[in-house]
């Protein structure tokens, strides 16, 4: 197993990135199995109508891809967003702790890896919204299904803020031997209503 463990800078501006929506739900889109160039602009002009953020740009003669059903946005803090009309997330590769290249032996290393670093990712997102509305883990016998249908399912923990509009979903990936995880870290996003 490997670690590595960076600063959470890049994860904290992308959660002042999206504690600067003040109401999620002008960034919705219908949540269907839509995609195309419709769509995508779509996206674009309602993140563009309430963000300062900036839509990647298409180059000379490139189309939108009709498989598409979501969109790149820089912020002003250099955040890469990525939107659909039900989600968004932080492109966000450098920062906080992650295990990789997990042998079958490494579960119990990785576990302890991700509880000893997740306090630092729920204070970090305290920071920004406040007390969270749902906070557990995996020891909890009902962790699976406690916060909603599911939601517990390959999580070693979970955490949900309210939002105006949607709620911050940050969790990390429960470590497995059987089937193997290759990979452990906290991620995060937003699910918009």
Not at 143 to 164: I, M, Q, S, V, Y
């Amino acid at each position: 197993m490997k670690t590595m463990d960076r600063p959470l800078d890049q994860d904290e501006a992308a959660f002042a990135d999206f504690a600067e929506i003040a109401d999620w739900r002008a960034i919705a889109g219908p949540n269907n199995d839509d995609s195309g160039p419709e769509v995508v602009r779509a996206i674009v002009q309602r993140v563009t109508a309430v963000t300062n953020w900036e839509p990647w740009p298409l180059q000379p003669g490139e189309q939108i891809d009709p498989v598409l059903a979501s969109w790149g946005f820089t912020t002003k803090r250099g955040t890469t967003i990525v939107v659909f009309p039900g989600l968004a997330y932080a492109d966000v590769l450098n920062a906080g702790w992650c295990a990789y290249e997990l042998g079958p032996d490494d579960t119990q290393a990785a576990a302890a890896g991700l509880d000893e670093h997740w306090p630092d990712h729920v204070a970090l997102a305290r920071k920004y919204f406040g007390e969270p509305a749902y906070v557990s883990d995996d020891s909890n016998p009902n962790f699976l299904d406690e916060w909603g249908p599911g939601a517990g399912a390959d999580k070693r923990h979970l955490a949900t803020w309210a939002l105006n509009g949607a709620h911050l979903r940050l969790f990390s990936t429960k470590p497995s031997g059987d089937p193997l995880t290759p990979a452990v870290g906290v991620s995060y996003a937003i699910y918009i209503d």
